[in-house]
């Protein structure tokens, strides 16, 4: 009886010591990933000076997603996402030695129109480090769409006392209000058509509009404002 007693506790003793063992090697496989993140209002203008939009969304309004392979003993796969970027916790979320891919995204490039920013950051094949060792990612979100806008100069406004415009998208035709300041987000990689309709100033007696040749701009690009003059 002694001796199954014994045998019972050094059997017992082995498995505790296996278990421990493998938590530490997953331990030391293991790390993390610290996001240092801001977001940037910068947008470049062609051909004009580049402008800083305000009121930017804070890191709480941003979704997370972290996506990557690891190079453990399964080389098993990993994708989580946070609605907000407040719910991530770095040092509660150990990732395996391997690559990953971050995204953190506000708002969506597609859905055009006036007030409707989108900003996203993004990084590939991030390395986490083993050991419990954690990984800085320093991630920067910036607008992830364009803007559209249109001016008109003193010239033109003389010539032409009453002026309409739109602006044509591949989903949708915004109307354009010179006194609006509100920016237009545009979805990039597509071409946007300019309309104008105006009356001279021979021709305000009967309010004869008549239309300009339409202006397009080619592939416009996401961070950058577009304007489009009128002289």
């Known amino acids: 009886m002694k001796k199954i007693l014994l045998y019972a506790m050094a059997t017992m003793a082995l498995v ?9 090697n997953i331990n030391a496989d293991m790390g ?10 910068e947008v470049a203008t062609r051909a004009d000076e580049g402008i800083t939009l305000t009121n930017l969304p804070t890191a ?14 399964n ?8 609605s907000s970027f407040a719910g991530y916790n770095y040092e509660e979320e150990r990732l395996f030695h391997g690559l990953y891919d971050v995204t953190l ?13 989108a900003f996203a950051a993004s990084a590939t094949e991030v390395v986490v480090q083993n050991k419990n060792k954690t990984t800085t990612l320093p991630m920067t979100a ?39 300041t509100s920016h ?6 597509q071409n946007v058509k300019i309309n104008c309709s105006c009356v001279r100033q021979n021709n305000l007696a009967n309010d004869t509009y008549e239309t300009l040749a339409p202006q397009t701009i080619p592939s416009v690009v996401a961070k950058t404002r577009y304007v489009v003059t009128y002289d």
């Open 16 to 24: 505790g010591c296996k278990e421990n063992f493998s938590e530490q």
């Open 32 to 41: 993390r990933i610290a996001i240092d993140f801001s977001t940037s209002g």
């Open 60 to 73: 709480a309004d941003f979704a997370l997603k972290i996506t990557g392979s690891a190079s453990d003993a």
């Open 75 to 82: 080389n098993s796969s990993f994708s989580k996402e946070w």
């Open 105 to 117: 995204t506000y708002g969506d490039p597609a859905v055009e129109g006036y007030d409707k920013p």
């Open 142 to 180: 910036t607008l992830a769409n364009a803007i559209v806008t249109i001016r008109t100069t003193d010239n033109f406004n003389g010539y032409f006392p009453k002026s309409k415009f739109s602006i044509t998208t591949a989903t949708d035709t915004y109307e354009f209000e010179k006194e609006n």
């Open 184 to 189: 237009l987000f545009i979805a990039p990689q």
